[in-house]
């Protein structure tokens, strides 16, 4: 797969116009990309397994999964890094499925930076402008402005090398932003960012998408990372697709368990426990926030759960409590207490009785991942 | 107290006891009989007796620079030694490109050692049958018919020819080496950024790849430069440096003078290393 970076036969550096032909200024009702039947595997590996996927003009789209989910194979197919074993990608409603990475109106924010090391900062930001022979002025104004829209004006004539890890990043993101691409493809650009500069990276990311107005398809693995940032989140696991969501809809009402356990923390209501506690069979989450802890026998509302149980560990988290609930059936349930003045905190006491309730509507139904996807696909295209 | 025990606590004598008997064979063998060469270049050989007279004269070095003839023969061992550099950097460039990026993990490993095969075999064999190819009617000659081509015959181009195929894999190796530590996310980059294949091949390929290859250079160039069998056997009527040491150290037996002579592709080499040595090519040796 290499081979096809360097060995394109049909040589041509100049990207073909046709990619903005059609497309008015504002197009907005286009998916800016679709991604329709995706398969990818390596030989007997189904890194993809059936994506279909439409991502809007101008959002902040994350692709959020587990490493090995394949989120990234999917983000290297939209580049065109990689080519799929079955499916097709439109950009703009163009088919680009059969283009090379260099015919794409795309660019990509690696992981590890990709700079060219033998290049100046400003050699790298101005690279995709001089591949496509924008004279000298041009490309001299357009570097200044695009180190000063990532901070980094005045380092143009610094080596990669000499820049910290943030500051390549930033140099990284310039190189791509200045080609005015209609879609950044961003893989784990904060990975190798310690934890202060990744929060300020995610806000300043997401400030500079609100301004370039340009599409963000971000891939993460970080839950809190794509709930802070994101428009909208597709969960990846095992090459499929979960769900596609807002951040609100994901976490509130999670479809599967898979997505229900990946993005926040979840308490799992299943069987004979869920029979009993909520007169239905099924299969149920509940997020530890919604659920109160009272005195055994207090009083229910009406259109709330309850249960009884006994704490079994308490640990103390600053601003929260978490308690585990061992309930009569064998099941645990993780329950986050403010500590807010209202709050009864002799209750939160490991051995002590008490008892649990939430309103049914935080009550969700889940589907068990894999029930969701009924058997493999037969018809699975094998390749080499 | 055992030895081992004594030794433990004395990292340095460990050291040195460990390290002295490389040290001196390298010290003896290698910079000493160098240095021998250095001085004998000092001394003078008798001409009726041919015996070595140790007295110190600057002889020899007149003679070097004061004959045409040596001047020619350094330019000339200079000039095919830089053709032979030249070929092999064009020819080992794709091979290694395609093996470092292209060939799957199996096909690497075959190519390395197709590429180190002709090693194992004697340098004799390898010159004798270029010029069973070369010669009048041989292979070359045979090919080239049809094409009104002709073989070049033995000389100068013969024994470029003959010299850049017993130095390739030394020049393929780095040149692999280099490309193989060249990151595939750079050129994924240059891709991504609007480049094609001959631009990224231009600007981000070959500019990685150059001290990798200047590191090659210095085998085939080094070699190239102190060869006198390829010569002899391939050459023609032409003299190079080498020729020119052989034949005062055996028929004349002029020792004096032919290590002064040797000297000559010493100081090229030099003077070579210290221009190469800022484009990083000595790190990646």
Redesign the interface.
């Given at each position: 797969m290499?081979?096809d970076?360097?060995?394109?036969s049909t040589?041509?550096?100049?990207?073909p116009s046709s990619v903005h032909a059609g497309a008015g200024p504002e197009a907005t009702d286009t998916p800016a990309i679709e991604l329709r039947g995706l398969h990818k595997s390596f030989g007997p590996v189904h890194a993809v397994d059936g994506v279909d996927l439409e991502i809007r003009d101008g959002e902040f789209f994350s692709m959020l999964g587990p490493s090995g989910s394949g989120k990234t194979t999917v983000l290297r197919i939209i580049?065109?890094?990689e080519s799929p074993t079955a499916g097709r990608v439109r950009l703009a409603g163009h088919d680009v499925t059969d283009r090379?990475?260099?015919a794409r109106d795309?660019?990509?924010v690696?992981q590890?930076y990709?700079?060219?090391?033998?290049m100046s900062v400003a050699g790298n930001v101005e690279?995709?402008l001089?591949?496509?022979k924008v004279d000298r002025a041009e490309r001299r104004r357009r570097v200044e402005e695009a180190l000063g829209t990532v901070r980094l004006a005045g380092y143009g004539d610094r080596r990669p090398t000499q820049l910290s890890g943030g500051q390549r990043q930033r140099v990284s993101l310039a190189?791509?932003i200045i080609?005015r691409p209609k879609v950044l493809l961003l893989d784990e650009p904060l990975g190798a960012l310690d934890l202060k500069l990744r929060r300020e990276m995610q806000i300043e990311l997401k400030q500079m998408q609100r301004e370039l107005g340009i599409t963000f398809v971000f891939v993460t693995h970080d839950q809190e990372e794509a709930l802070t940032m994101s428009d909208r989140i597709a969960v990846f696991n095992d090459g499929r697709i979960e769900q596609v969501a807002t951040p609100v809809e994901l976490y509130e009402t999670p479809a599967t368990t898979f997505v229900a356990g990946f993005v926040g923390t979840s308490n799992m209501l299943e069987g004979e426990a869920a029979r009993r506690i909520l007169g239905e069979p099924g299969l149920f989450s509940v997020r530890p926030e919604k659920i109160r802890i009272d005195q055994p026998g207090t009083t229910v509302d009406a259109g709330r759960c309850a249960a009884e149980g006994v704490v079994e560990e308490i640990a103390y988290l600053g601003s929260t409590t978490h308690a585990i609930v061992a309930l009569g059936t064998g099941v645990t349930l993780t329950v986050q207490q403010q500590n807010a003045d209202h709050v009864d905190s002799a209750l939160l006491q490991r051995g002590r009785a008490v008892q649990l309730s939430w309103p049914r509507a935080h009550l969700v139904r889940l589907v068990a991942t894999g029930e969701s996807h009924p058997g493999d696909d037969p018809t699975e295209v094998e390749s080499s | 107290m055992s030895v081992a025990a004594a030794l433990h606590r004395r990292p340095r004598l460990r050291l040195g006891l460990l390290l002295a008997p490389p040290m001196l064979w390298l010290g003896v063998a290698y910079l000493a009989a160098l240095a021998a060469l250095l001085v004998t270049a000092f001394w003078t050989a008798n001409s009726f007796t041919g015996e070595v007279e140790r007295t110190w004269s600057l002889e020899n070095f007149r003679e070097l620079f004061g004959i045409g003839v040596y001047k020619t023969v350094t330019l000339r061992t200079i000039g095919i030694a830089a053709l032979v550099t030249v070929v092999d950097a064009a020819i080992a460039f794709p091979i290694a490109l395609y093996m470092a990026k292209v060939a799957s993990p199996r096909a690497q490993r075959l190519l390395v050692v197709a590429v180190l095969m002709p090693l194992w075999a004697s340098y004799l064999v390898k010159a004798y049958a270029w010029r069973g190819m070369l010669a009048e009617g041989g292979l070359i000659d045979w090919i080239g018919k049809p094409f009104h081509a002709s073989s070049p015959g033995f000389g100068v181009t013969a024994t470029i020819l003959t010299l850049a195929y017993l130095w390739l894999p030394y020049m393929i190796l780095p040149v692999y080496a280099g490309l193989e530590r060249l990151p595939t996310s750079l050129l994924e980059a240059s891709s991504d950024l609007g480049a094609g294949p001959a631009t990224t091949l231009r600007r981000v390929v070959v500019p990685m790849a150059m001290p990798a290859v200047v590191a090659g250079a210095i085998f085939t160039f080094s070699l190239s430069l102190g060869d006198y069998i390829a010569v002899t056997i391939v050459g023609g009527a032409n003299q190079m440096l080498g020729t020119v040491v052989y034949a005062n150290v055996g028929a004349a037996g002029n020792l004096p003078f032919a290590a002064a002579v040797a000297m000559v592709p010493v100081v090229i080499m030099l003077l070579f290393l210290a221009a190469v040595r800022r484009t990083g090519a000595l790190e990646s040796l």
């Amino acid at each position: 797969m290499n081979s096809d970076l360097i060995f394109y036969s049909t040589v041509s550096d100049v990207r073909p116009s046709s990619v903005h032909a059609g497309a008015g200024p504002e197009a907005t009702d286009t998916p800016a990309i679709e991604l329709r039947g995706l398969h990818k595997s390596f030989g007997p590996v189904h890194a993809v397994d059936g994506v279909d996927l439409e991502i809007r003009d101008g959002e902040f789209f994350s692709m959020l999964g587990p490493s090995g989910s394949g989120k990234t194979t999917v983000l290297r197919i939209i580049a065109g890094f990689e080519s799929p074993t079955a499916g097709r990608v439109r950009l703009a409603g163009h088919d680009v499925t059969d283009r090379p990475p260099f015919a794409r109106d795309v660019n990509t924010v690696f992981q590890d930076y990709a700079l060219f090391p033998h290049m100046s900062v400003a050699g790298n930001v101005e690279y995709g402008l001089r591949v496509r022979k924008v004279d000298r002025a041009e490309r001299r104004r357009r570097v200044e402005e695009a180190l000063g829209t990532v901070r980094l004006a005045g380092y143009g004539d610094r080596r990669p090398t000499q820049l910290s890890g943030g500051q390549r990043q930033r140099v990284s993101l310039a190189r791509a932003i200045i080609n005015r691409p209609k879609v950044l493809l961003l893989d784990e650009p904060l990975g190798a960012l310690d934890l202060k500069l990744r929060r300020e990276m995610q806000i300043e990311l997401k400030q500079m998408q609100r301004e370039l107005g340009i599409t963000f398809v971000f891939v993460t693995h970080d839950q809190e990372e794509a709930l802070t940032m994101s428009d909208r989140i597709a969960v990846f696991n095992d090459g499929r697709i979960e769900q596609v969501a807002t951040p609100v809809e994901l976490y509130e009402t999670p479809a599967t368990t898979f997505v229900a356990g990946f993005v926040g923390t979840s308490n799992m209501l299943e069987g004979e426990a869920a029979r009993r506690i909520l007169g239905e069979p099924g299969l149920f989450s509940v997020r530890p926030e919604k659920i109160r802890i009272d005195q055994p026998g207090t009083t229910v509302d009406a259109g709330r759960c309850a249960a009884e149980g006994v704490v079994e560990e308490i640990a103390y988290l600053g601003s929260t409590t978490h308690a585990i609930v061992a309930l009569g059936t064998g099941v645990t349930l993780t329950v986050q207490q403010q500590n807010a003045d209202h709050v009864d905190s002799a209750l939160l006491q490991r051995g002590r009785a008490v008892q649990l309730s939430w309103p049914r509507a935080h009550l969700v139904r889940l589907v068990a991942t894999g029930e969701s996807h009924p058997g493999d696909d037969p018809t699975e295209v094998e390749s080499s | 107290m055992s030895v081992a025990a004594a030794l433990h606590r004395r990292p340095r004598l460990r050291l040195g006891l460990l390290l002295a008997p490389p040290m001196l064979w390298l010290g003896v063998a290698y910079l000493a009989a160098l240095a021998a060469l250095l001085v004998t270049a000092f001394w003078t050989a008798n001409s009726f007796t041919g015996e070595v007279e140790r007295t110190w004269s600057l002889e020899n070095f007149r003679e070097l620079f004061g004959i045409g003839v040596y001047k020619t023969v350094t330019l000339r061992t200079i000039g095919i030694a830089a053709l032979v550099t030249v070929v092999d950097a064009a020819i080992a460039f794709p091979i290694a490109l395609y093996m470092a990026k292209v060939a799957s993990p199996r096909a690497q490993r075959l190519l390395v050692v197709a590429v180190l095969m002709p090693l194992w075999a004697s340098y004799l064999v390898k010159a004798y049958a270029w010029r069973g190819m070369l010669a009048e009617g041989g292979l070359i000659d045979w090919i080239g018919k049809p094409f009104h081509a002709s073989s070049p015959g033995f000389g100068v181009t013969a024994t470029i020819l003959t010299l850049a195929y017993l130095w390739l894999p030394y020049m393929i190796l780095p040149v692999y080496a280099g490309l193989e530590r060249l990151p595939t996310s750079l050129l994924e980059a240059s891709s991504d950024l609007g480049a094609g294949p001959a631009t990224t091949l231009r600007r981000v390929v070959v500019p990685m790849a150059m001290p990798a290859v200047v590191a090659g250079a210095i085998f085939t160039f080094s070699l190239s430069l102190g060869d006198y069998i390829a010569v002899t056997i391939v050459g023609g009527a032409n003299q190079m440096l080498g020729t020119v040491v052989y034949a005062n150290v055996g028929a004349a037996g002029n020792l004096p003078f032919a290590a002064a002579v040797a000297m000559v592709p010493v100081v090229i080499m030099l003077l070579f290393l210290a221009a190469v040595r800022r484009t990083g090519a000595l790190e990646s040796l």
